[in-house]
């Protein structure tokens, strides 16, 4: 149950935080750390309130610090982690870059997740969107610099990453990365082109 809103969610939908020994609120991103937990609406507008509610002593029944600026931290791990997800999917050999291998990689097989990077243009997007198959992600997500570090090599506009266990785990992590950034949003535009 969400702190802020008192409404159950599964963990999906929610942010798990957990105390530091010194008693600083410590997102929990992969549900793993050890310690009785808390949970916060996936949504910077709902994370910032209970900063400034101070919900987090509440929630945790104790003197709490919870730094202004945890929304931004938060924001900044869920992005690194889908980052990380497709650094990983490089690796792996499932995730290739560039116009034309992109477009290589949608007409030859399923395609989890197609990424454009946030200064890509326009007629370039389209021209590869329309090959997307109907379950295929389609995120702009990411600026050209992040998709450089990503893959290690400059100028990355547009990437894809094959269908399979790490495409699955990249697509949530960039769903639930939206979903903190706009919690407006309809959740069939979070799970379709951004």
């Known amino acids: 149950m969400c702190i802020v809103t008192r409404e159950s969610a599964d963990d999906d939908s929610l942010l798990r935080f957990v105390l530091s020994p010194e008693g600083v609120v410590t997102p929990d991103l992969a549900r793993k750390l050890p310690g009785r937990g808390v949970w916060v609406t996936l949504s910077r507008k709902v994370l910032a309130e209970a900063v400034k509610k101070q919900a987090f002593a509440l929630g945790f029944g104790a003197a709490v610090r919870s730094d202004a600026d945890l929304p931004d931290r938060v924001g900044q791990l869920l992005r690194q982690q889908a980052l990380s997800r497709l650094m990983l999917a490089r690796k792996a050999g499932k995730a290739v870059s560039g116009s034309m291998k992109v477009e290589s990689a949608l007409t030859k097989g399923p395609v989890a997740v197609l990424i454009h990077a946030v200064e890509a243009q326009p007629d370039g997007c389209r021209k590869l969107d329309r090959l997307a198959q109907p379950k295929t992600l389609v995120s702009r ?47 069939e535009a979070a799970k379709g082109s951004q």
């Open 141 to 187: 997500a990411f600026t050209a610099d992040e998709m450089d570090l990503a893959f290690g090599r400059p100028n990355v506009i547009h990437a894809a990453v094959a269908s399979g266990g790490i495409a699955a785990g990249m697509a949530e992590c960039i769903r639930r990365m939206q979903k903190f950034e706009d919690s407006d949003m309809p959740p």
